[in-house]
């Protein structure tokens, strides 16, 4: 049974940096990429990038490339997003999911979430 | 790269046919998957490559690919189906529809 565990709501303050953790437990870990969308209050849902853990090098939308850094830690099976310069934009949940196969798949495992609210 | 369209909402009585499209330009050339978002919760696989039901997925839901445009049907729609309905595929990078509420009333 796989199981994406994700770290705790963060608080930040405007052009800080936040990193959320996702912690891949019951199911391999390397081959399935797993990517990070995020959900704005009360919006839909966005992707932002992902990563094959064994690879090491992540893919951006477009619109983050540059602000995020998606990364795996394949001994403790754990991918993070970092983003830093954070507007007040920012604030969201940020979910990762795991998607069914080695690209282009669906995503058929998700982690619970992490909010993260941008505040002064 | 291109959007992927959805209705913002629908509305469907309890016990009928409820339908909710997803529209883009090559989508017949990709697979589509759904998702299912109750207030408050993860999003949760309903539908993908198209037609297919992950295990536990009732078999009220039902998916087709058409085109340009993608269906996501639920026949005998129940009360705990209401909630948010997102389609994804993927292009240059991984799409989402804006999502559509769905109410039972």
């Known amino acids: 049974q796989v199981q994406l565990v994700q770290s705790g709501a963060e608080v930040k303050t405007p052009g800080s940096s936040v990193k959320v953790s996702c912690r891949a437990s019951?199911?391999?870990?390397?081959?399935?990429?797993i990517s990070w969308v995020r959900q704005a209050p009360g919006q839909g849902l966005e992707w932002m990038g992902g990563i094959t853990p064994r690879s090491t090098i992540g893919k951006y939308a477009q619109r983050f490339q540059g602000r995020v850094l998606i990364s795996a830690d394949t001994s403790t099976n754990t991918v993070y997003m970092e983003m830093r310069s954070l507007t007040y934009e920012d604030t969201a949940i940020f979910y990762c999911?795991?998607?069914?196969?080695?690209?282009?798949?669906?995503?058929?495992?998700w982690g619970q979430g992490t909010l993260v609210t941008v505040s002064s | 790269s291109y959007g992927l369209t959805q209705p913002p909402s629908v509305s469907v009585s309890p016990g009928h046919t409820a339908t909710i499209t997803c529209s883009g330009d090559s989508l017949e050339q990709t697979y589509t998957s759904w998702y299912q978002q109750k207030a408050g919760q993860s999003p949760v696989l309903v539908i993908y490559?198209?037609?297919k039901r992950p295990s536990g997925i009732p078999e009220r839901f039902s998916g087709s690919n058409s085109g340009n445009t993608a269906t996501l049907t639920i026949i005998g729609t129940q009360a705990v189906d209401e909630a948010d309905y997102y389609c994804h595929t993927w292009d240059t990078s991984a799409l989402f529809g804006g999502g559509t509420k769905l109410t039972v009333l």
């Open positions: 019951g199911g391999s870990f390397s081959s399935e990429p």
């Open positions: 490559e198209d037609y």
């Open positions: 999911a795991r998607e069914a196969g080695v690209g282009e798949s669906h995503f058929d495992h």
